[in-house]
């Protein structure tokens, strides 16, 4: 099965046409509008800084439901304790920054490009990407960001430089969507760390029926 090579032209091949890994499609660029036509279409982006953008549809999906989220009764404390703050969308760029720079384990260098920023910090400005921090001491020291879409939010990276600071993060963020309606999470693909907050694999096509449900 090919990868389908894109142009200046604003399209995605089926989502089912990507080969095992959920590689779907190469090339094209990162505009707002192709970037919502993935998000829209079950896609999403994720390239080293070297490489022309590789466009992505993986099946079984890693998502999470607000409902299913766990947190640990050690969690529920740090939470209770204000240990930290929780602001939302006052320091994007600095959150896509911290993302970016944080050292990954098994992985060199960032996919979160200067061109990578740039696309998303338009699309903050849009009123499409927003971001969820945790903050100590007036310091910024955890974080994550993604696209929120109707009632889904697509998670796209997260950070920490403080212990938990992270996990305190996304389990207020999940809370706060909860309360504004929306219904799903999408997590793109495994790590251990958001499976122990109640993350799960769903089949793509499961995935595909809630877009167009949640979105519209």
């Given at each position: 099965m090919p990868v389908y090579l894109l142009d200046e032209s604003l399209w995605f091949p089926p989502v089912e046409e990507a080969l095992p890994d959920g590689l779907l499609a190469a090339g094209g660029d990162l505009s707002v509008e192709r970037?919502?036509?993935?998000?829209?279409?079950?896609?999403?982006?994720?390239?080293?800084?070297?490489?022309?953008?590789?466009?992505?549809?993986?099946?079984?999906?890693?998502?999470?439901?607000?409902?299913?989220?766990?947190?640990?009764?050690?969690?529920?404390?740090?939470?209770?304790?204000?240990?930290?703050?929780?602001?939302?969308?006052?320091?994007?760029?600095?959150?896509?920054?911290?993302?970016?720079?944080?050292?990954?384990?098994?992985?060199?260098?960032?996919?979160?490009?200067?061109?990578?920023?740039?696309?998303?910090?338009?699309?903050?400005?849009?009123?499409?990407?927003?971001?969820?921090?945790?903050?100590?001491?007036?310091?910024?020291?955890?974080?994550?960001?993604?696209i929120k879409l109707g009632n889904i939010f697509f998670g796209e990276s997260m950070f920490s430089t403080k212990s938990n600071a992270s996990k305190f993060v996304f389990i207020t963020w999940v809370g706060r969507l909860k309360e504004r309606g929306v219904r799903l999470i999408d997590c793109q693909v495994h790590t251990q760390h958001l499976e122990s907050l109640g993350a799960r694999m769903i089949s793509r096509e499961s995935f595909m029926k809630m877009l167009r449900e949640y979105i519209s």
């Open positions: 970037l919502l036509l993935a998000y829209h279409g079950g896609i999403f982006p994720w390239f080293n800084e070297d490489e022309i953008p590789l466009w992505w549809s993986p099946d079984p999906r890693f998502v999470l439901f607000p409902d299913e989220l766990k947190v640990s009764k050690s969690m529920q404390q740090i939470i209770k304790s204000e240990a930290f703050e929780f602001r939302s969308d006052t320091a994007f760029e600095e959150v896509i920054a911290n993302c970016a720079a944080i050292p990954r384990k098994g992985m060199d260098g960032t996919w979160i490009s200067g061109d990578v920023m740039n696309a998303y910090i338009e699309l903050h400005r849009l009123g499409y990407a927003h971001s969820a921090e945790a903050w100590s001491e007036g310091r910024l020291v955890g974080g994550l960001y993604g």
